[in-house]
C-alpha cells in the first residue's frame, strides 16, 4: 500500500452487504470541510450536512464496488473511509493480473454507473434548492471522483490499473507506478492552482508526496527464518545441489544460528570427511530432535556408513521420512503415501 490506511479502530463501525466497514472521525471532518459553502440556495450547516450525508454514500457505494469485486474473486474484504476518500483491503489466494484490474476498476465503474445518467440528465433535475444541491453534489463525487480516481497516480485506482498492466515484479511495477503518479499528480495540482482549485491543490500535494515516499522504499529482502533456511538446505541436499545449497547458507543473515546437524551435513555432502562427526554428535546430543536425525540419516546414506544407523534405532522414523522425501524426488508419490503414516 502507497499511502498507510490508518488503522486501530476509532470511529463509526458498521456492515454493509456483509462487509465490515470502519468511517474514520477525520473522514466526516475533511468532507464537511469540503462542503462548506454550499450552492443554489443551500448555505451553512445544511450545505455541510448534505455534502457530508452524500459523500459518504458516494464514497461507500465505490467501496463497495470494489468489495463485491473480490468477494466474487474468492476474497474476504473490508472497507475504512478516511481522508479524501476510501480503502478496501482485500485478502486470499494470489489473482490473476486480469483479476487484480477488475477489483480496481469495479469502484469506478460503481461511480460512473450512478454518476453518468445523473450527469446526462441534469437538464431536467431542479434548477435551485436542495434538489439542485444535492443532485450536482452527487455528479460531483460519482462522476467526478470516479474520473479523478482513474487518475494513473498511486494508491488512486488509475495508479493501480497502471501497476498491474506494467511489466516486472510487483516491486519494479510499483515503482515505475509511482514515478508517473509523481508527473501526474504534479501537472494535475499545477492545473487545479491555475483553476483557481485551492482544495484540489492540498490532494494533488499529497499524492506527489505519497508517490514520493513510495520511490523512496526499499526493495524487501525476502529473509528466511533460521527453521527455513534449514529445511531449504536439506531440501537441496536431497536434489544434489550441494553448491546452491552452499551460496544459500552464506548470503543468509542468519547463517550463524545454523544447527549444527545441518552444517555438518553440508560439509559431508561437500567431500568433507570431519562433518561426519559433526553430524553424529549433535544427533546423538539430542536424540529427538527430527531435524537432527534427518542429517545423520542423510550424513550415513551418503558415506553408506550402514553400521551407523543400525547402532541406532531410533532413526527408524527419519529414516522412513527420507525413504518418503526419495519417492517424491523420485515421482513416486504413492510410494510416498504409503511411507507417510509409519514416517511420524
Ligand atoms: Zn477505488
Redesign the pocket.
Known amino acids: 500500500m502507497v499511502l498507510p490506511v490508518p488503522t486501530g479502530d476509532r470511529g463509526l463501525k458498521f456492515r454493509a452487504l456483509g462487509f465490515p466497514v470502519r468511517v474514520d472521525p477525520f473522514f466526516f471532518l475533511i468532507m464537511g470541510f469540503l462542503g462548506i459553502g454550499g450552492a443554489y440556495g443551500v448555505h451553512g450547516p445544511q450545505a455541510i450536512a448534505v455534502f457530508v450525508a452524500v459523500a459518504f454514500a458516494a464514497v461507500l457505494a465505490?467501496?463497495l464496488g470494489?468489495a463485491v469485486a473480490a468477494r466474487a474473486s474468492g476474497h474476504s474484504a473490508s472497507i475504512v473511509l478516511y481522508g479524501f476518500?476510501?480503502a478496501?483491503t482485500h485478502r486470499g489466494p494470489a489473482l490473476s493480473r486480469g483479476r487484480g484490474a477488475l477489483i480496481?476498476f469495479a469502484?469506478?465503474a460503481v461511480g460512473l454507473a450512478i454518476g453518468l445518467p445523473l450527469f446526462l440528465a441534469r437538464d431536467a433535475l431542479p434548477s435551485y434548492g436542495y434538489g439542485r444541491y444535492i443532485a450536482v453534489t452527487a455528479i460531483f463525487l460519482t462522476l467526478g471522483l470516479s474520473v479523478l480516481?482513474l487518475l494513473p497516480i498511486l494508491p488512486?485506482?488509475g495508479g493501480q490499473l497502471l501497476a498491474n498492466a506494467l511489466p516486472g515484479d510487483s516491486y519494479t511495477r510499483t515503482r515505475t507506478a509511482a514515478g508517473v503518479g509523481v508527473v501526474v499528480a504534479a501537472a494535475a495540482g499545477a492545473a487545479a492552482y491555475a483553476a483557481g482549485l485551492t482544495f484540489s491543490l492540498v490532494l494533488a500535494a499529497w499524492l506527489v508526496f505519497g508517490n514520493i515516499m513510495t520511490l523512496r522504499e526499499q526493495r524487501p529482502r525476502v529473509v528466511m527464518s533460521v527453521r527455513e533456511l534449514e529445511n531449504a538446505t536439506v531440501s537441496l541436499i536431497d536434489a544434489g545441489r550441494v553448491d546452491q545449497a552452499i551460496h544459500l547458507i552464506i548470503t543468509s543473515p542468519v547463517r550463524d544460528e545454523l544447527d549444527p546437524a545441518v552444517i555438518g551435513l553440508v560439509r559431508v555432502a561437500n567431500g568433507d570427511p570431519a562433518g561426519w562427526d559433526v553430524v553424529v554428535a549433535a544427533a546423538d546430543e539430542a536424540p529427538h530432535d527430527q531435524q537432527r536425525a534427518a542429517c545423520l540419516v542423510r550424513a550415513a546414506v551418503a558415506r553408506a556408513d550402514w553400521d551407523s544407523l543400525l547402532a541406532r534405532p531410533h532413526l527408524a522414523p527419519a529414516l522412513l521420512r527420507w525413504a518418503a522425501d526419495r519417492a517424491v524426488l523420485a515421482g513416486r508419490e504413492d510410494i510416498a503415501e504409503r511411507l507417510a503414516p509409519t514416517a511420524r
Do not use: K, M, R, V
Open positions: 465505490h467501496e470494489h476518500g476510501g478496501t480496481s469502484g469506478p480516481n488512486l485506482d
